[in-house]
C-alpha cells in the first residue's frame, strides 16, 4: 500500500462513515481477530461499523470483545445485505478474492461501496480500490497493527483492539512456531501486550477449553492417521460418520493436521474432512520447508493460501478423494524428498 493510498484513505475516514468489514466463509482466528480489531478502531473514531461473517464461526473464539456484535450473513440476511448497499466502505480481510466470502460475494460485488482489502495470502483478485497485500507477514491481524500505525493511530491502539489482534497473530503463527514469525511479529506481539492483550488469557482461551467429545474426536482422527514414508507424508480422514459420533462443533478439527506434521521425517501433511451436507470434502494442507502447499492445493484441489498452509476441496467422496491424493504424489517425490 502506497503513501498516496494511505492519504487517501485517511481522507476517507475524516467524517464518520457506515462501514462493513468482512471475513473469510469459515473465519478462524486471524479472520475474526483481525475484522474485530478493525472494528474496534474504526467505532473509537466515531465510524459506524458492522462486522458481518458469511457464516459462524468456533466457540473458542467467542470471547473476543465485540463479537456479540457481529451478523451473521447465513443466518441474517436481509439485515446483512441492508448493511452492505447502505456501506460507504467496505474492508475485505484475510482473504483476496469474493469467491471465498461464499453467497455474500454478490452482494459484495453489487455493492458501490469503495472496497479495501488487507490480506497476506499468494495471488490476490483486483476487486478492490485500496489492495494491502503482502503474503510476507505473518497474519492479517499484524497488517491491521501496521495499517493503524500507517494512519497514524498506534496510540490509539487499547486493550480491546490489542487482544484481537493479537488472538489472530497467535492462531495464524501457530503459537510463532511458523516460518512467518519474524523478529518484527514478536516486536508487535510485545507492543500489543503492553497495550493490554493478556497472552496467557488469550492462549487459555482459545487452547486449554478441549471439551470431552473434541478429544474424543482427535482420539478417532490420530485411529486414522497414515503415513507414506516414501513420501515424507501424512495424513487424516475424518468420515461424517465418526464427526457425528463425536457431536462435533465448528472449530473441533483445528489444529488436527499438524499432528501429522510432527512426526519425525514427515514433511507434508493432510485433513481430509468429509461434509456431507455440503457435498464435499475439506481439505487442509500442511508443510515444512520449500514444499509449497498452496501450488499443490491450488494445481489439484482448487484452493490456495501459503507456502506452508492451505485449504482445498474435493466433490469426490472421502475414499476416492485420498485415493487421487495418493496418486498425486510421485509427480512431487522430487520436491517432497529433497
Not at 490489542?162 to 506481539?189: E, K, M, Q
Not at 457435498?279 to 520447508?289: D, L, M, N, Q
Request: hydrophobic share 35%; aromatic share 10%.
Amino acid at each position: 500500500m502506497t503513501e498516496h493510498d494511505i492519504k487517501e484513505i485517511k481522507a476517507l475516514l475524516i467524517a464518520p462513515k457506515q462501514i462493513v468489514i468482512v471475513p473469510h466463509k469459515n473465519p478462524d482466528g486471524d479472520a475474526m481477530g483481525s475484522t474485530l480489531g478493525l472494528y474496534h478502531y474504526l467505532i473509537k473514531n466515531n465510524h459506524k461499523a458492522t462486522v458481518i461473517a458469511p457464516n459462524d464461526y468456533p466457540d473458542f473464539l467467542k470471547w473476543l470483545p465485540g463479537q456479540d456484535n457481529v451478523v451473521i450473513y447465513e443466518s441474517d440476511r436481509s439485515h446483512a445485505e441492508n448493511l452492505i448497499e447502505k456501506a460507504d466502505l467496505i474492508f475485505t480481510l484475510d482473504f483476496n478474492a469474493l469467491h471465498r466470502a461464499g453467497e455474500m460475494e454478490t452482494p459484495l460485488s453489487n455493492s458501490e461501496a469503495v472496497k479495501i482489502m488487507i490480506d497476506h495470502h499468494q495471488q490476490p483478485d483486483s476487486y478492490a480500490e485500496y489492495m494491502f497485500s503482502d503474503v510476507s507477514m505473518s497474519s492479517t491481524c499484524e497488517m491491521v497493527y501496521r495499517f493503524i500505525d500507517m494512519l497514524g493511530d498506534k496510540g490509539t491502539i487499547n486493550e480491546q483492539i490489542a487482544t484481537c489482534l493479537y488472538t489472530g497473530i497467535l492462531t495464524d503463527t501457530g503459537s510463532f512456531r511458523f516460518p512467518s514469525s519474524t523478529s518484527t511479529t514478536h516486536l508487535v506481539a510485545a507492543d500489543l501486550i503492553d497495550r493490554g492483550a493478556n497472552h496467557s488469557d488469550i492462549y487459555n482461551s482459545i487452547y486449554d477449553t478441549n471439551s470431552y467429545e473434541r478429544l474424543q474426536l482427535l482420539g478417532v482422527a490420530l485411529k486414522n492417521l497414515r503415513v507414506i514414508p516414501e513420501y515424507r507424508t501424512a495424513y487424516i480422514t475424518l468420515s461424517q460418520e465418526e464427526l457425528n459420533a463425536s457431536n462435533f462443533k465448528k472449530g473441533d478439527t483445528e489444529g488436527f493436521v499438524n499432528y501429522g506434521l510432527s512426526i519425525k521425517n514427515v514433511v507434508f501433511a493432510v485433513i481430509f474432512i468429509e461434509h456431507k451436507q455440503e457435498g464435499i470434502v475439506k481439505i487442509s494442507f500442511r508443510s515444512e520447508g520449500s514444499f509449497s502447499v498452496n501450488e499443490f492445493s491450488r494445481q489439484n484441489f482448487g484452493g490456495g493460501g501459503h507456502t506452508n498452509a492451505a485449504g482445498g476441496k474435493s466433490d469426490l467422496s472421502l475414499n476416492d478423494t485420498v485415493e487421487k491424493f495418493i496418486s498425486i504424489l510421485p509427480r512431487y517425490k522430487n520436491t517432497l524428498i529433497s
